[in-house]
């Protein structure tokens, strides 16, 4: 069962930052947390995960919150391509541990 | 890298029919992938974890002699859905297990029609 709760859909402005976020109460102190989306019928793509240290790449900011029960997903500047689903995943790395999604939250970029 | 790659992209077949999808991960090996089903506005639904040179585990209430899965070697598995029928209609995505943090590499699905 999916361990993770998100909003069910929300808007952001072309260019401006998206804040997805993402409750996960009961997240255990070996447990990751990973962002993927998935744009219409596609696969999910990875953007990032994190313990318990903030992390950037590329793609998006995971800012995690210093009790880890709770992360936001930052996109800086988002873009009509960045509308999608965005899944927020609690798992423990290391093991052949499976992915147990949640429903997402559907992100409309506006422009 | 990390590419995953799903064979077909789409299938249309007859109720009755036995349907075979490979998952193939083309430039890193995997000891470990999984199947999963979406139906139309829901979320990912974790069917199978194939694990290579052994049997699948299958997830509560998927039966395991209508989805076949076999991991044969360490970049292909394939799932065959036995005598399909049209609840079984749905789109189906596999990923493999691998990189630095075991991440899940995700094919892009396969949208199966059972007429």
């Known amino acids: 069962d999916a361990k993770t709760t998100q909003p069910t859909s929300m808007d952001c402005a072309e260019g401006r930052a998206a804040n997805l976020p993402c409750n996960h109460s009961t997240i255990s102190g070996n447990e990751y947390v990973y962002w993927y989306r998935q744009i219409h019928s596609q696969g999910p793509q990875y953007i990032i995960h994190?313990?318990?240290n903030n992390e950037t790449n590329e793609m998006a900011s995971l800012i995690i919150t210093e009790d880890r029960k709770s992360s936001t997903l930052i996109l800086p500047h988002a873009t009509l391509r960045d509308t999608a689903v965005y899944y927020c995943?609690?798992?423990?790395?290391?093991?052949?541990?499976?992915?147990?999604f949640g429903t997402g939250t559907s992100l409309t970029v506006i422009p | 890298g990390a590419v995953v790659s799903q064979h077909p992209s789409w299938v249309i077949c007859k109720s009755g029919t036995s349907v075979k999808i490979e998952c193939r991960s083309l430039d890193f090996q995997a000891t470990t992938m999984f199947w999963y089903r979406q139906f139309p506005k829901q979320s990912l639904m974790l069917m199978a974890t194939s694990n290579e040179g052994s049997k699948a585990t299958y997830e509560q209430g998927v039966e395991k002699d209508k989805f076949l899965i076999n991991h044969a070697s360490l970049t292909l598995s394939t799932l065959t859905v036995t005598s399909a029928h049209p609840e079984d209609s749905s789109f189906y995505i596999c990923?493999?297990?691998?990189?630095?943090?075991?991440?899940?590499?995700f094919g892009p699905g396969t949208r199966l029609t059972v007429l």
């Open positions: 995943i609690v798992r423990v790395v290391g093991a052949a541990n499976q992915f147990y």
């Open positions: 990923s493999a297990e691998g990189g630095p943090y075991n991440e899940q590499f």
């Open positions: 994190g313990l318990k």
